[in-house]
Nanobody, 126 residues
């Protein structure tokens, strides 16, 4: 199990940028596939981006592709989400998620992950 703590959320105008960070505890961080999800009020939790245990494989939802970028640093036990060209529809609570790697690529569903952070609020004003 790994403990995750997100930071970096806030209020930003449309077109602006934010960088979220997720800090993980434990010495086995490099054994985990990592992902970011988001959840807007009244909506289901939605996949945003993922990075495999090595960082070699990344994946993005269509809604953020080309605007958001996921980076992981296994030496620092962190995974960041750089968010550019933000839109009001990006407003949500953003969650960091982890799943111990057992030979599979990172999934895109919430049930594909076993460990979650507490979330950080991102609000994009128009």
């Amino acid at each position: 199990q790994v403990q995750l703590v997100e930071s970096g959320g806030g209020l930003v105008q449309a077109g602006g940028s934010l960088r979220l960070s997720c800090a993980a505890s434990g010495r086995a961080f490099s054994s985990y596939n990592m992902a970011w999800f988001r959840q807007a009020p009244g909506k289901e939790r939605q996949f945003v981006a993922s990075a495999s245990w090595s960082g070699m494989n990344t994946d993005y939802s269509d809604s953020v592709k080309g605007r958001f970028f996921i980076f992981r640093d296994n030496a620092k036990n962190t995974v960041d989400l750089q968010m550019n060209s933000l839109k009001p529809e990006d407003t949500a609570v953003y969650y960091c998620a982890a799943k111990r790697f057992r030979g599979e690529f990172p999934g895109t569903g919430p049930n594909d992950y076993s460990d979650w952070g507490q979330g950080t609020q991102v609000t994009v004003s128009s």
